[in-house]
């Protein structure tokens, strides 16, 4: 039973536009939601994270919504650049359990 | 920031053989480190939770007895992969979670690239 859902396997962006990631979860016990950026060959880096307290969390460039109706969350990066072009991983853990990921979905920045 | 290393970043082994991978934390005590197992493709799978000081908490289907967790101190955790088997080849990363921060945050290791021939 997978919890945490990234429905996308990859995603193209124009440089300079908006690239958005999705995430669906099932567990409503979710509390802190996160989002990780992968390279090939290394470990995952933490980009952002929320928690179910609020809606909305930004930093910089990067921005994660939180809809707890919905069980969705999503990432947005503005403007996409060349470098943003990685893996990047959702996921969820209840208070400081265990870190629930989903599959992962591949962006590609395009010039 | 907090750094993770693993070692060796890469390792190549007969079959049949064991491995043992390094975690540690360089600049933060870590009680708890994590072990994940990255598939083609295919997420992060937790494969055991490792506490300083106690036994390791295995995710269902991980074989506890093939995948040994060693946290002997807060700043090093080890998994050793034994009697190795051309399946068990994967990218292998570990995380640890700051003591002093306390933050659901994890902090990642480079990974370590496995390859049973």
């Known amino acids: 039973d997978q919890q945490v859902k990234q429905n996308s396997p990859s995603l193209s962006v124009q440089e300079g536009r908006i690239s958005i990631l999705n995430c669906d979860y099932t567990?409503?016990?979710?509390?802190?939601f996160l989002w990780y950026k992968k390279y090939p060959a290394e470990g995952p880096t933490f980009l952002i994270s929320i928690s179910s307290i609020k809606d909305k969390n930004e930093d910089g460039r990067f921005t994660v919504f939180l809809n707890k109706s919905a069980k969705h969350l999503s990432l947005h990066i503005v403007p996409s650049q060349p470098g943003d072009s990685a893996v990047y991983f959702c996921a969820a853990s209840v208070g400081d359990d265990k870190i629930i990921f989903g599959k992962g979905t591949r962006l590609h920045i395009l010039p | 920031g907090a750094v993770v290393s693993q070692h060796p970043s890469r390792v190549i082994c007969k079959s049949g053989t064991s491995v043992k991978i390094e975690c540690r934390s360089l600049d933060f005590q870590a009680t708890t480190m994590f072990w994940y197992r990255q598939f083609p493709k295919k997420s992060l799978m937790l494969m055991a939770t490792s506490n300083e000081g106690s036994k390791a908490t295995y995710e269902q289907g991980v074989e506890k007895d093939k995948f040994l967790i060693n946290h002997a101190s807060l700043t090093l955790s080890t998994l050793t992969v034994t009697s190795a088997h051309p399946e068990d080849s994967s990218f292998y990363i570990c995380?640890?979670?700051?003591?002093?921060?306390?933050?659901?945050?994890?902090?990642f290791g480079p990974g370590t690239r496995l390859t049973v021939t």
């Open positions: 567990n409503s016990m979710f509390d802190y």
């Open positions: 995380s640890a979670r700051d003591d002093i921060v306390g933050s659901y945050e994890q902090y």
